[in-house]
Nanobody
Framework: VQLQASGGGLVQAGGSLRLSCAAS????????MGWYRQAPGKQRELVAG???????NYADSVKGRFTISRDNAKNTMYLQMNSLKPEDTAVYYC???????????????WGQGTQVTVSS
């Protein structure tokens, strides 16, 4: 199983980026998925999460600016980031709970991370 994150880059403050996270491999199901970020010298933090049914939750710092979504048919999750601020600069990681057998447990997997840099 692989989670491939993409869409990061360099953007000016106030700009937008859209991150994608595609899951591939022997997948029998995806449960909750989420985006995390880690800035230099800081701990990794949850940015946004989405359940299999589509319920979402957000960190207070991104509410109203970021939107998380998923396409279950494509095993893909997205993060639309608007009104970006310099403090959003970090490496963004995707996470998903994956079932690799029909009746197995949900196992957490991480993507490789994608750099988001917001200049002032």
């Amino acid at each position: 199983v692989q989670l491939q994150a993409s869409g990061g880059g360099l953007v000016q403050a106030g700009g937008s980026l859209r991150l994608s996270c595609a899951a591939s491999g022997a997948i029998f199901g995806l449960n909750s998925m989420g985006w995390y970020r880690q800035a230099p010298g800081k701990q990794r933090e949850l940015v946004a999460g989405v359940t299999r049914g589509g319920s979402t939750n957000y960190a207070d710092s991104v509410k109203g600016r970021f939107t998380i979504s998923r396409d279950n048919a494509k095993n893909t999750m997205y993060l639309q980031m608007n009104s970006l601020k310099p403090e959003d600069t970090a490496v963004y990681y995707c996470n998903a709970e994956v079932r690799v057998t029909m009746s197995g447990m949900w196992i957490p997997y991480w993507g490789q991370g994608t750099q988001v840099t917001v200049s002032s």
